[in-house]
Each structure stands twice: as structure tokens, then as C-alpha cells.
């Protein structure tokens, strides 16, 4: 699910977006409850009409913020009261409130109000962290009115087996559509994501979908498919969109290198996006070295391709059962080669 944090995909259009075979966007709560505010967004028919997205849309609760901005936050039972980062005022955001700011924006998936713990913390601290997660959760589903919005709720437990186990079993155990695994990528080691994911995705339900929250690296995908992950998100492939860099057959470039100036072939000739079809490599490196907008565009818009193309490819995988942790599908020797 490419990142759409503030309804808009950075750089990227709705149309363009659709493009690269995108079928569901994340949106997050806290930061359009700050701008435009939920009231513009419900007035203007919700979100998907307010970003012009015809495809299913998913709001985070506003939790990872809990994380992300803690030195902006005061965290109790109650909730979270954030300082607003724009002019400093309170702003109190509690399980009720953060399903009701998704309720007015109309997504088709609302996320609750969850915890997130950093790491390192404590064994207490993140204990802590889970039950207050699990209460929250209850008051979430008490909250939530509309049948036409599923409710995820979020795994936490940091890096402590038992607690991963524990908070598995209370969050499966309120029978939701859905089940995210929050709490990682968060500055832990990424074995430790992969022997998270290997732990908790076993124990949640295999008739619903499993996401894993903010994880958009290959290998990290892949290895999380296998252990039964159906859906993700992350910031990475605009973010190095953004900063000159194209994802190519697993590897990252850097199209501010010198040795693509003379370049005047495709990108990745096996890729259909714009930026493939249309423009040389030459001609990306000279946008970026020039700081054309066009250059963010196009290399955003080729890297979300290339992820999209990836879990494509590995859906056809699963389905032909060729399909492993190792999954490199541009590789010619490779069982799912045709699929790329």
C-alpha cells in the first residue's frame, strides 16, 4: 500500500498512482486531522472523493505518532495529548476520538488506537505498552459505528516472545476483519522483524488479512509473505524517489552518478512505468542534477511500480508454487521469471 499520509501520494497524482497498479492507499489520521482537519474531508464527500482515489483506502489510527513524536506527547490511560507541532496547542487524541476522526474521513479500513513502544525499552515499559494497547482496542470496537469500514486491530509487543504470544492472543481473540503487526521497524535489528513476524503471524486468523505495518524492503516482503503477511506499507519507495534513487532488479541507484550521463537507455526495459517507457537514464540523471520536480516524480513513480510488480510477481508464485523466502523473480534463472 503506498503511503499516502496526507492523502496525496508525494509527488505523485491519483491517475498516476493508479498507473502503477496500486490497488489500496494508507492515509493517517493524526496528520489530517491537523490539515485539512476530518469536517473539510467529510464535507468534500470523504476521503477517497477529497484525494480523487477511486481504489480502497486505509487510515492509521494516529499510533505510530505515539511513537514517532513522543517528545510532543503525553501518554495515560486516557490517551495521548500531543503538542501541535504547527502552533503549539493541546491536542487530545484517545481510542473514541481517533475512530471517530476515521469514521468522518471514510476509509475503508480504520486502524485502532494502539501503543507503540520504541526499542530498546523495557520488558515492564512494553508490557505496559501491550495491555494499554488491549484496552484501548475494546474501547475502539465500542466506539465504532460504521458497517461499512473495517476495523484492524494492531499486535504489539516489542522484542519480548512472550509478550508478542500474549498480545497476539487478546488482539485475535476480539474477532476482527483484520490484523495488523505494529511495533516494528522502529530501530530494532531486522532479523528481529523477521523473527517477529515468523512468531505472531502464525497465531492470527488465516481467513483474514495479516499486515505488517511499515515494512517496504524486499527481502523484508518476501520472507514476511512467507511466514502468511498479505498486506504493507512503507514510505521508501517515494522517499528515495525523492532523494535520486531507482529501485532496479533488487539494487538501489543512484541516478546522480556520473555513470549514467551518457546513458541513453531505458531505466529497467522490463518495467512498464512512465519513466521507463518514455525517458533514458541519461535523462533522469540530468533531472535530478538539475533538482527538476520531474525527475522525484518519475523515479517515485517507477519505484512504487517495481513494488507492485514485486507482490504481483509473488502472488503469481504462490499460485504456480514456485514461490520461497529468496524470491528474486528478476533473476533469469529464476522458477518465477516469466511473472516479471
Not at 191 to 213: A, C, K, N
Request: charged share 20%; aromatic share 6%.
Amino acid at each position: 500500500m503506498p503511503v499516502g499520509t496526507l492523502g496525496t501520494v508525494k509527488g505523485v497524482s491519483a491517475t498516476q498512482l493508479a498507473d502503477t497498479g496500486a490497488q489500496m492507499v494508507l492515509a493517517n489520521t493524526y496528520h489530517l486531522h491537523l490539515q485539512p482537519g476530518e469536517g473539510i474531508v467529510a464535507e468534500a464527500g470523504g476521503l477517497h472523493r477529497f484525494m480523487g482515489w477511486n481504489g480502497p483506502l486505509l487510515t492509521d489510527s494516529g499510533g505510530f505518532q505515539v511513537f514517532s513524536l513522543a517528545s510532543l506527547n503525553r501518554i495515560d490511560d486516557h490517551g495521548v495529548t500531543f503538542r501541535n507541532p504547527r502552533d503549539g496547542s493541546q491536542i487530545q487524541l484517545t481510542p473514541e476520538r481517533a475512530i471517530d476522526i476515521q469514521m468522518a474521513l471514510g476509509a475503508d479500513v480504520a486502524m485502532a488506537f494502539d501503543q507503540c513502544p520504541p526499542y530498546p525499552a523495557s520488558e515492564s515499559d512494553v508490557e505496559a505498552a501491550c495491555q494499554r494497547t488491549h484496552r484501548w482496542l475494546e474501547r475502539c470496537l465500542n466506539a465504532h459505528k460504521r458497517s461499512d469500514q473495517a476495523l484492524f486491530g494492531i499486535v504489539q509487543g516489542g522484542c519480548y516472545p512472550h509478550l508478542r504470544e500474549q498480545s497476539a492472543r487478546a488482539v485475535a481473540s476480539f474477532d476482527l476483519p483484520g490484523i495488523a503487526i505494529g511495533g516494528v521497524s522502529v530501530g530494532e535489528p531486522v532479523e528481529e522483524i523477521h523473527r517477529i513476524v515468523r512468531q505472531v503471524s502464525p497465531l492470527l486468523p488465516q481467513d483474514r488479512p495479516r499486515y505488517l505495518m511499515g515494512i517496504g524492503t524486499l527481502r523484508e516482503i518476501a520472507i514476511a509473505v512467507a511466514s502468511g503477511i498479505d498486506l504493507f506499507d512503507c514510505v521508501l519507495p517515494t522517499r528515495l524517489g525523492r532523494h535520486g534513487t531507482a529501485l532496479v532488479a533488487g539494487e538501489r541507484w543512484n541516478l546522480r552518478n556520473a555513470r549514467f550521463r551518457q546513458d541513453h537507455t531505458p531505466l529497467d526495459s522490463s518495467c512498464s512505468c512512465t519513466a521507463c517507457r518514455h525517458h533514458s537514464r541519461a535523462y533522469l540523471h540530468h533531472l535530478i542534477r538539475s533538482e527538476e520536480l520531474l525527475g522525484l516524480t518519475l523515479l517515485s513513480l517507477h519505484n512504487l511500480t517495481q513494488l507492485i510488480r514485486f507482490t504481483t510477481a509473488i502472488s503469481h508464485a504462490i499460485q504456480d508454487g514456485c514461490f520461497s523466502e529468496d524470491f528474486a523473480p528478476w533473476q533469469p534463472g529464476s522458477a518465477a521469471h516469466h511473472t516479471w
